[in-house]
């Protein structure tokens, strides 16, 4: 018998908080052969990522790239390059992926300010202004969508708030890229860094970062060097830009990848894509409602992509998640930190995103949770669902 075995894994219906399903197109491109990472046609696939990338983001940004890493590099990479040891920052936290970012700012010598707020709700721009005006602060730095909890956080009262006490605002749209608008040029974000495996369904493994012109002067004025040698931006930008001077071998097959799935969310439309999301969001949010079940994040600012269910009492979180696997190879998040237990986290994410996952995955609850004797209402959550595609026209 081989001890290890050729992989023929048949794979998952990946509802959970990311990674998201992978068109098939996109798979081709990753089998695609290799090229020289500074070979003429590559640096071609090159350009034409950097403009999908600028469109997506709504951007003007002519510094806009894919970071060889995942989300947490692109994350860094946004903090790292324009914290200086001294440097004020006001990082607003209502879940984990903002005690991420507080983290960096200590690790830069940062002075760190923590606005705290509520997991599962927004963080008022209020609190933001009333922390700059006692103290003003460098950068505020937020997250978009927080994919430990479902909400989706308003940007622009907290950019305008930002930009007028003289800060630069660095935001995450990790899980939100490609799934709901971001437009950083017409928001007012300096610094935005996303992930490839949630809304733009490609694999992990790449984290598009744009810097606008405020961070870019902030940038050019450090009078240090930055810390991260590999995710220094200036450097960075060098291999990305016209001189093409070697930095580091770029993952290749992956640019292949990103491209083709650039090229799919061109083809499909933004605001096209942007109601896709919202429309299988309001139909599963239906679904589960009539099953008894509460949605968890803030109501009104809840993220279409990442929808948080609250866990009903008595229900066993893991043998839900369990049944799902088993009966339908199909794949949902339970919740982190003071969450674990609580909620299920479902991904309603670029090639995830549709009807048939929204039905099948409504199907498979009802089923786990009667294994379990809770009451639920036999076709109530697919009926509800059914109901909100109608009104769409579906």
């Known amino acids: 018998m081989n001890e290890y075995p050729e992989i023929t894994t048949d794979g998952r219906i990946l509802m959970g908080p990311g990674p998201s399903g992978v068109h098939p197109r996109v798979l081709r491109a990753l089998g695609a052969p290799i ?7 590559f640096i071609t696939i090159m350009n034409r990522t ?12 002519e ?3 894919p970071i060889s890493g995942t989300g947490s590099a692109g994350m860094e990479t946004a903090l790292v390059n324009f914290i200086e040891p001294g440097d004020r920052v006001l990082v607003c936290v209502n879940g984990l992926f903002g005690t991420r970012m507080a983290d960096i ?35 505020v730095a937020i997250v978009h969508a927080e994919t430990s909890t479902g909400v989706l956080q308003p940007l622009e009262p907290v950019a305008e708030i930002a930009h007028r006490y003289g800060a630069m605002l660095v935001v995450d749209a990790v899980t939100s890229l490609g799934g709901t608008p971001v437009r950083v040029d017409e928001t007012g974000i300096d610094v935005c860094y996303s992930g490839t495996q949630k809304c733009l369904s490609c694999p992990p493994g790449l984290a598009p970062v744009t810097v606008g ?10 009078k240090s060097k930055v810390q991260s040698w590999y995710l220094d931006l200036t450097m960075l930008h060098s291999y990305w830009g016209k001189e093409r001077f070697y930095h580091h071998t770029a993952p290749i097959n992956m ?6 799935s650039l090229r799919i969310i ?3 439309g933004l605001e096209r894509r942007y109601e896709r999301h919202s429309l299988h969001s309001r139909a599963f949010g ?6 008894g079940l509460r949605l968890f994040a803030q109501e009104g600012h809840r993220a279409p992509m990442l929808v948080a269910v609250a866990i009903p009492e008595g229900v066993d979180d893991a043998a839900v998640r369990r049944y799902l696997l088993s009966n339908y190879r199909l794949e949902i998040g339970g919740g982190l930190g003071p969450l674990k237990g609580r909620i299920w986290r479902v991904g309603l994410m670029g090639h995830s995103c549709s009807s048939v996952n929204v039905v099948l995955l409504l199907a498979g609850l009802e089923g786990a949770l009667a294994a379990q004797g809770a009451p639920v209402e036999r076709g109530a959550g697919i009926e509800a669902a059914r109901e909100v595609y109608r009104a769409a026209g579906m």
């Open 255 to 260: 640019i292949y990848a990103l491209y083709e």
């Open 266 to 268: 061109r083809e499909e």
């Open 213 to 222: 012109p405020r961070a870019a002067e902030v940038l050019a004025a450090r």
């Open 50 to 61: 950097k403009d999908l990338l600028a469109w997506v983001f709504e951007t003007q940004n």
């Open 105 to 139: 700012v200590g690790r830069c010598g940062g002075e760190l300010e923590v606005i705290e707020g509520e997991w599962g709700r927004i963080i008022e721009p209020d609190a933001v202004e009333r922390a700059l005006r006692a103290r003003p602060a460098k950068i």
């Open 35 to 41: 090229l020289g990472h500074l070979d003429p046609e």
């Open 286 to 291: 239906a679904g589960v409602m009539a099953m």
């Open 63 to 65: 510094f806009t790239i």
